[in-house]
């Protein structure tokens, strides 16, 4: 059995194979998984690694030997599993370790309809009953059979955004030898895109780059791309495909903030009025324009699950975070990078203008991107930094997801990993002078320079 207190997360199970995640946990979790969800048939997909079917078989071993039927769409990308959970109603399971590298491998589960499994949502069960052994089943076994669900998830994609009448566009992707490779080709399929493959090819060893396109340095070659084929847009998947970045014509890296800016302003106009879900650490920009827009701007921590828990709550049409997850309403308030690339695509496709002009207006102000600190103390570090603004003029200081204070004029959320010995740190300002000013301030008071 793997190394339970390593790989059980708070959103899902990852870890290093065989060493922490074996299959022997993956069939226990499989057991387990169908007697908390109650399921009579799971629905899954894997990612490229090579680890990931061995994982996958293990998982529906112990599925069936609790009379559960399995059904295997196979490859796929994480929102394709959302796709296949919420069409047919079942639960899925997804094996990926998305943007981790080569040695990592595992498991998003969720129940039908794409409901997420979370820590407080059955992981925490999944994990008790892993650890007591699962019981026995004494019915009959359940069944493998394999269905392909890519053109399905396709279609369904293209049913939810209107793709008619858009102007001829030259894009470049990059897959990052991930399941971006696998999917953009089937859902490109009869628009009028150039398509400009960057490491199509599956590849769980990641060659090329890392397929964690938040870090810089893996978007280099895609801008490179842009610039050298004189595309419209560049496009970059991370290894499941589940989030997505954009790049413009110049090769200039467009923030998240801009896309979930866009993607809301287009959900508004077919949704007059609705809410608009956007974690804390997106720009002041977003609520801003929803309102200009007559949408309801909604704020959440940070995290896939209270991003979906609101949606529900609130009934919002859309939910955007700064780390490039983009959550629909109409997709079973899952995330799909692919969509919100649709979005992007229908937008810059219906306009005669370039992607950084379509996108000005939703860029108003300069932000610091997320900077990381390690620190011994995490509370220690952040109480210094409330003391030393506290009490200024004109400043408010909250605590919804870590430490959040602003003034009019700028603001920032110095937040903890819950991981890793790091503090993490946003700001934003009017002008790019004063950001820089509020970001060395707190990392010089964070870092004890």
Not at 126 to 149: C, F, H, M, Q, W
Not at 171 to 182: E, T
Not at 396 to 406: K, P, S
Request: charged share 25%; aromatic share 6%; with cysteine.
């Amino acid at each position: 059995m793997g190394d339970l207190d390593k790989i059980f997360k708070a959103y899902d199970i990852r870890g290093v194979v065989p060493e922490e995640l074996d299959a022997e946990t993956a069939e226990a979790v499989g057991a387990a998984f169908v007697r908390v969800t109650g399921a009579d048939a799971v629905v899954t997909a894997h990612d490229m690694r090579a680890s990931s079917v061995p994982l996958a078989e293990a998982f529906a071993r112990g599925a069936t030997a609790q009379g559960a039927d399995v059904i295997e769409a196979g490859l796929g990308s994480t929102d394709m599993l959302y796709y296949a959970s919420g069409s047919l109603d079942l639960p899925g399971a997804m094996f990926t370790a998305s943007h981790n590298p080569a040695k990592y491998n595992g498991l998003k589960l969720c129940r039908a309809g794409a409901k997420p499994v979370g820590r407080d949502t059955g992981l925490t069960e999944i994990r008790e009953l892993v650890e007591k052994g699962v019981p026995a089943y004494d019915g009959p076994r359940g069944t493998v059979s394999s269905r392909d669900l890519l053109k399905g998830y396709a279609e369904h994609l293209k049913t939810l955004v209107d793709l008619s009448g858009v102007r001829p566009l030259k894009v470049v992707v990059d897959a990052g030898n991930g399941m971006g490779g696998h999917t953009v080709p089937v859902v490109f399929e009869g628009l009028p895109f150039e398509l400009v493959p960057l490491y199509f090819e599956l590849d769980g060893t990641f060659p090329n780059h890392e397929a964690n396109p938040i870090e810089p340095e893996n978007l280099r070659d895609l801008q490179a791309k842009v610039r050298q084929t004189g595309a419209d847009i560049g496009l970059a998947f991370d290894g499941d495909a589940d989030r997505c970045f954009a790049v413009d014509e110049r090769g200039e890296i467009v923030s998240p903030s801009a896309i979930t800016a866009l993607v809301a302003v287009r959900e508004l106009a077919k949704h007059p009025g609705a809410s608009i879900v956007h974690n804390l650490i997106t720009s002041r920009a977003v609520p801003e324009i929803v309102a200009e827009h007559g949408g309801t701007p909604v704020r959440t921590r940070v995290g896939h699950s209270f991003i979906k828990q609101t949606m529900a709550e609130t009934g919002a049409v859309f939910g955007g975070e700064h780390s490039a997850h983009y959550y629909f309403r109409d997709f079973w308030f899952a995330d799909s990078g692919m969509l919100a690339a649709l979005h992007v695509l229908a937008a810059l496709g219906r306009s005669d203008r370039t992607l950084s002009q379509l996108l000005a207006e939703y860029g108003r102000y300069p932000s610091s991107g997320e900077i990381n600190s390690e620190v011994a103390d995490q509370a220690a570090a952040t109480a210094r930094v409330r003391a030393a603004f506290e009490g200024r003029p004109g400043v408010t200081i909250d605590e919804l997801d870590g430490l959040t204070v602003g003034t009019g004029d700028w603001w920032f959320n110095l937040r903890p990993s819950n991981t890793e010995p790091l503090l993490r740190l946003n700001a934003e300002a009017s002008d790019e002078r004063t950001m820089a000013e509020i970001r060395d301030e707190v990392l010089a008071i964070v870092r004890g320079n």
